[in-house]
């Protein structure tokens, strides 16, 4: 047998920790799968003492990661630190630069530094793996970079944040709050450090932005994503999305219109048949559309230790069966140096229906004077709904609007319209339609 693979890893939370029990339970199945034992050598963590249930006490301790990352004594440097700056870009960059691969679970590093990190790898000919960045332990990656050779992507979509999604299935199913959703999520592991990440859409739009240079071809631009998170979605939205036939997902878009490539982020409303519609809790979903292979939709866990584990374990096996010489194929598909620049489709050119959600004195005039905002901004109706507010809302209605196909200009000059009309006594609520099978 091969040389033992020695893997030297920086990060021990939880999805460190996890990495190193699979790795340890798993080391037959491995051993066999890939000819050769994969070892964890090394190790790197804040907090030496913490008891994490694991014996690491055969590896090599580093305070620092970056001392790890240019270790000679190990083949593969594995980050879960976090983070897009600071010790784990450092870090990445130096094991690269010292000929190391490198496995990785950040997707805010790839979002910010993967272009450049990818072309660090590909002049040292070593790997730059990051199943794990995006969509948990979905193999996403890896099917859009191996198995869909040749197809061109038209849309890419998906539920990519599994704190969101977790919140929004249990909002709808046990009408819980949105704050007591939030504090299980953290409980159970799935939020990232700073869950603003998580429900502002910062999260998904990491990911998304990965996903868009894999599947068109470009370079990374996360700061080109119009982001709109779930903090303002009020089970008044739930209940209204149910009763005319949606959901609400928090789904991560990028597709190609003919003015460039457009990234979204944003709640959305999707059909309650539609497939993408039954992914509940933490588990995430992408849908990939091309011109060979038509619609395929992915799902599985999204986050937490073992899901995440998985991924990352994936990746390094892949690193073990890989032999000397071996010629890798370029991080994102297409060698870093040929990805074209990113052309940023304006979002107030968006083409889709909408849903719009009004709270508006009950009085003679109201219902006209939004039809005629609506109207006069070429906006077709496809329902409208008009009903109570609650026991404490006499006076006021709540008016829910769907929209036929219209463009986000046109909807946000219509609701700035109505807004000036002064019959609202709420803050309009606006929630994209997405198209889903
Ligand atoms: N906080 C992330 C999520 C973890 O909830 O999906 C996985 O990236």
């Known amino acids: 047998m ?84 600071g010790a784990a870009h450092e870090a ?11 496995v990785t679970a950040n997707k805010a590093l790839l979002a910010k530094h993967g272009v450049a990190l990818a072309e660090i790898a590909e002049k040292h000919g070593v790997l730059l793996n990051y199943e794990a960045a995006v969509a948990g332990g979905i193999p996403v990656i890896k099917t859009m970079r191996e198995a869909m050779a040749g197809n061109t992507v038209t849309r890419v979509f998906g539920i990519l944040n599994g704190t969101c999604n977790y919140i ?36 998904t739009a990491h990911k998304l932005s990965i996903l868009t240079s894999l599947a068109f071809g470009c370079r990374i631009s996360a700061g080109d994503i119009y982001l709109e998170g779930i903090s303002n979605i009020t089970q008044a939205d739930i209940r209204a999305a149910a009763e005319l036939g949606y959901r ?35 588990t995430n979903a992408v849908a990939i559309e091309t011109d060979i292979l038509g619609e395929l939709l992915l799902s599985g866990p999204g986050a937490g230790g073992n899901a995440t584990a998985s991924a990352v374990v994936g990746d390094i ?6 032999r000397p010489g071996f010629q890798h194929g370029p991080v994102f598909g297409l060698p870093a140096k040929e990805l074209r620049p990113y052309k940023k489709a304006q979002m107030r050119s968006h083409a889709g229906g909408y849903f719009i959600r009004l709270t508006v004195y009950d009085r003679l005039g109201v219902f006209a004077a939004i039809a005629k905002r609506m109207a006069d901004n070429e906006i077709s109706l496809e329902s409208i ?38 019959h609202l006594t709420d803050k309009p609520q606006v929630i994209r339609i997405e198209r889903a099978g």
Request: hydrophobic residues 40%; negative net charge; proline residues 2%.
């Open 317 to 322: 096996a892949d690193i073990a069966k890989s």
């Open 168 to 203: 929004l299935t249990r909002m709808e199913a046990e009408g819980l709050s949105f704050d007591a959703c939030l504090k299980d999520a953290q409980r159970l592991g799935y939020a990232e450090a700073d869950p603003t990440f998580d429900i502002e859409g910062h999260d």
């Open 92 to 102: 990445v960059k130096a094991a690269l630069e010292a000929g190391r691969h490198v």
């Open 2 to 85: 091969a040389e033992a693979l020695r893997v030297g890893i920086a990060g021990l939370g939880t999805v460190g920790s996890s990495v190193a029990r699979v790795l340890a339970e798993k080391t037959a199945e491995l051993s066999r799968q890939c000819g050769r034992e994969i070892a964890v050598t090394a190790v790197s963590a804040r907090s030496r003492g913490r008891d994490r249930g694991i014996d690491l006490s055969s590896a090599v301790w580093f305070d620092d990661p970056v001392d790890l990352a240019r270790s000679a004594d190990i083949d593969v440097f594995v980050e879960l630190i976090g983070g897009d700056n």
């Open 248 to 282: 609400i997902k928090l789904l991560g878009v990028a597709q190609r219109t003919e003015s460039g490539i457009e990234q979204r982020v944003h709640p959305t409303m999707v059909p309650t048949a539609s497939v993408i519609a039954q992914v509940h809790g933490v």
């Open 385 to 422: 709904v008009q009903h109570g507010v609650g026991p404490d809302g006499e006076d006021r209605k709540t008016v829910i609007l769907v929209t036929h196909e219209t463009t986000e200009a046109a909807v946000r000059r219509a609701v700035e319209g109505i807004t000036k009309d002064g």
